[in-house]
């Protein structure tokens, strides 16, 4: 890809990005600390870390889809493609609450943690504390939760 075309996709994707943080609906102020800090500052932090460790260091995307959508799984190869496709049983929609088993963050932490039994999902021992509770509050923002510290 040339420049140009680098260009025009972070555009997209920044313009999709900002789409979500200000989509009818969406109350920022819903997760803000208290009435005297600054609305959702930490929060977002905490999101933006939390997405940046589910597309890099902890390689969530691969399974799960780009930002949760399961129908865009990054470019990997063939056979590893093949190897996640036949992940049985498939790994869950993570924008959609109801498809989720793991319905609290206690349990949400135990399964990156040591892994998911019955699944494909493996064990993550190399997120710090701080990276796992970044990811949790990553995924609450992709379900939509109002209530991301609620265990």
Not at 96 to 110: Q, S, V, W
Request: overall charge positive; charged content about 25%; hydrophobic content about 35%.
């Amino acid at each position: 890809m040339n420049k140009t075309s680098w260009l025009h996709v972070f555009g997209v994707l920044l313009a999709a990005w900002l789409g979500m943080l200000c989509a009818p609906g969406f109350d920022r102020n819903a997760w803000a600390e208290s009435p005297v800090s600054q609305p959702g500052v930490k929060l977002k932090r905490s999101v933006e870390r939390g997405r940046d460790i589910f597309h890099g260091k902890g390689a969530c995307h691969y399974c799960h889809g780009m930002d949760g959508y399961l129908d865009r799984l990054p470019q990997t190869k063939e056979h590893i493609a093949a190897l996640i496709a036949r992940l049985n049983p498939p790994p869950p929609d993570l924008r959609n609450p109801g498809a989720l088993r793991l319905k609290t963050n206690k349990e949400r932490a135990r399964a990156i943690r040591e892994g998911h039994p019955g699944t494909g999902m493996f064990p993550d021992t190399t997120l710090t504390d701080q990276d796992l509770a970044d990811t949790l509050f990553y995924l609450a923002f992709i379900r939509k939760d109002p209530n991301p510290e609620q265990d």
